[in-house]
C-alpha cells in the first residue's frame, strides 16, 4: 500500500457504523412504551449483552487476524452486525417475554459478535502501519467508535418517530416515520454496506516495516530486563495485565453507565420536580434534549480518543490514565448535581471525554508493554475488561435506581381521543457514587504502575 492513510480511511469508515451501538437509551423509552410489562433491568439487558458479546468477539476475532489478516475478518463482522439488527425488525412478532428473548439474540448476541469481530481489526491494522505514532493513531482508530452516536442518534430517533434529522437542534431533511422495530433494519442495512467496504482498505504491512525516516527507540529487545513481545500466556503472568485489566473496567463501567443511559437519565432529571403529568409535546421536548445530549457525548467521545492518545504520546500513558481516572471520578460523583441541562451537557461532556480516552490509551499501553506480535490476541483479552464494564456500568444504573415518582404522559390523538401512559422517573444517585469512587481508587492504583520485566532464570 504506497499511503498507510488510506488504512486510516478504512478504520474511521468501519468505526463509525460500529459507534452506533452507543445509541441503546434512544431505544429505551419507546421499548418501554410498546412493552409495558418491561422493567429498568429488563430493557437495560439487550445493552449489557450487546457490551459483554463485542468484547468476547474481540478476543477471538483478534487472534484469527492475527493470523488470516484484517479484511476477511472484518467483512465477516459487518454481515454479522448488518443481519443481527435486520433480524430484530421482527422483535414486534412476539409477545414480551420472548420478544425480549428474541431482541437479545439478533440485535444483542449476532449484532454483538459482529461489532466486536470487526473492531479488533481496523486497530491492530493501524498500530502495525504507524509505530511512530502509536497513541495518536490509535486514539483516531477508534475516534470514529465514538463519533458513530453523534450521527446515528439523531437518524434513529428521527426514523422512530418522523420528522426532521437534526444536528446541535438544527433541522437538515425530513425523514419519514418508519417506527421502532423497522429502524433497527434500516440501520442493519447501513451498516452491512459500510463496514464491508471499509474492511476492504485493511491491509497489514510487510513484516519488519518502519515509515519512511523513523528507526525504533534505542532501547528495544531485554534492554533493561524489558521484553518486548509476550505471547498472551507471559501476559497473563505478569501482574501489570491484571492491575491495567482492572482499572479498564471500572473506567468502562463509568462511561458506559452514562452512554447507555444517557437519555433516560436526562428524562430523570428533568421530571424529577413535576408534581403532575405533561403532555406528549412537552415530554417530546424533553426527549430531543436527551437525544441531543446522546450526539454531544457523542463528540467528546470520539474528541477525547484523539486528544488524549496524542497527549499520552507526550506526557507518557502512565500519567495521562491518572489525569483522566480522577477526572472521570470526581465528575461521576458530582453527577446528581448537574440537574440543570448546561451542567448536565458539561458533566457528560467529561465523562465521555475521558471514556474515549480509555478507548484510545489502553490499546497503546498494551503494545507499550506487551508488543505488536501478538496485539490482536493481547489487546482481545486486555478489551475483555470492556465487555465486563458494560455489563457491571449499566446494570449498576438499572438495579442502585430508586422510583423517584411516576408521571403521568397525557396524548391527544387526531380524533381528539385523549391517551395516558406512565413514565418511571428514576433516582442514580447510588450509581453514580459507586462509579466514582471505584475511579479513584483506580487513580490510586496507577501509581503502582510500571513495565514488566524479564524473568532473567529462563
Known sequence: MKNRWFVVLGALIIQVSLGAVYIWSVFQTPLLTHFPSWKETQVTLPAQIILACFAL????????QDKIGPRPVATAGGLMLGCGLILARFTASFGPGPALVWLIITYSMIGGLGIGTAYVCPIATCVKWFPDKRGLITGLAVAGFGAGAFFF???????ITGGPYQLFGQSLFSLPRVGLFNTFMVLGIIFLITVTLGARLLKNPEPGYRPAGWNPPAQTATANNLKVDFSPSDMFRTWQ???LWGIYLTGCAAGLMIIMKASPIWQSFALSNLNS???SVTFNRIASAGALAVSILAIFNSLGRIVWGKVSDAAGRKNTLITMFLLCGLTMLAFNALKQYSLFLTGISLVGLCFGGFLA????????YFGTRHYGANYGWMFSAYGVGGLLGPYLAAALMKTQAIVKIREIREAQEETVRSLVVGDYRRAFI?????CLVSTAALLLLRKPEVDQEK
Open 241 to 243: 495485565f491484571w492491575l
Open 57 to 64: 468477539a474481540v478476543i477471538i476475532a483478534g487472534r484469527i
Open 277 to 279: 403529568g405533561l403532555d
Open 361 to 368: 490509551v489502553f490499546p497503546a499501553v498494551t503494545a507499550d
Open 153 to 159: 442518534a439523531p437518524l434513529a430517533k428521527a426514523l
Open 434 to 438: 459507586v462509579a466514582g469512587v471505584l
